[in-house]
């Protein structure tokens, strides 16, 4: 039976985070602290099994009494993959080593962490703020989502898109930036899939928390996009044309 206090005091959960956190940014840079091969065995079921990966959740909050990672190496190696295989795309569409490297750090800072940084805090806020179930009566631990478990969420839910959108979409680019409309179609699926992906994980790495209700609100999204994608397939647009003239204006 979980302990039980009043809520005018602080529990564990609304006090670790801050303590927790500088430990999480030292750990950036000691290698030797990682869990390398359990970080790719997440990310390997991530794309195959996700539900498992969230169940390990509630075991790192049985044994570490917090719902985020404690270990960096997921962010670190998701980084590491991502600046590769932009590399890739620059050896094969750009037109500049400056401008390779511009691109490289603007993918990394943008599309990954900053744009991370953001739909965490926003999913953090919302979730605390709207769906967290009320407490039966005032001597139960209250529990709040933490705002790394939420950045977790977000990094958790990118790998699959990034190996989607940069790694597939990598190999079948010359087909996807042609013109006609067989290009245009694959183009809108494979996004329209790695978005929805996005969306169903970020729900399961809600929903499998206990005090949380009305999680279904994640699942939202991938009506908009289902709604969006014949509009955006017969209006003509190509997305991967789209992103490729941005950064590879001269090639793509």
């Avoid at 430990?23 to 991530?46: A, G, P, S």
């Avoid at 539900?51 to 270990?71: G, I, L, M, P, S």
């Avoid at 295989?85 to 962490?113: N, P, Q, R, W």
């Avoid at 790394?148 to 699959?160: G, Q, T």
Wanted: glycine share 2%.
């Amino acid at each position: 039976m979980l302990p039980t206090v009043s809520k005018t005091r602080s529990s564990p959960s609304t006090s670790r985070p801050n303590s927790m956190f500088p430990q999480y940014l030292r750990r950036i840079v000691k290698w030797q602290q990682m869990d390398i091969e359990y970080t790719f065995w997440q990310m390997l079921h991530l794309c195959t099994a996700p539900k498992v990966v969230y169940q390990h959740t509630k075991y790192h909050k049985q044994t570490k009494n917090q719902w985020a990672r404690d270990d960096p190496a997921f962010v670190v190696i998701c980084s590491l993959l991502l600046a590769v295989a932009t590399v890739a795309y620059c050896a094969a569409y750009d037109h500049s080593a400056a401008h390779a490297v511009f691109v490289v750090i603007s993918v990394l800072l943008f599309h990954f962490l900053l744009t991370g940084v953001i739909l965490a805090t926003c999913c953090w806020f919302l979730t605390n703020a709207y769906l967290r179930e009320e407490a039966p009566n005032s001597h139960v631990v209250e529990q709040r989502v933490e705002w790394l478990y939420a950045f977790d969420v977000h990094c958790s839910s990118f790998f699959p898109m990034f190996v989607m959108l940069y790694v597939i979409h990598y190999f079948l680019s010359p087909l996807l930036v042609a013109h006609g409309f067989i290009p245009e179609l694959l183009s809108n699926l494979l996004f329209m899939v790695a978005v929805s992906y996005y969306y169903y994980l970020n729900f399961l790495g809600y929903d499998v928390l206990p005090f949380l209700e009305r999680t279904t609100f994640f699942l939202y999204p991938i009506g908009v996009i289902i709604v969006l994608s014949p509009i955006l397939i017969l209006s003509g647009f190509n997305p991967s044309r789209y992103f490729m003239n941005i950064y590879f204006s001269q090639r793509a």
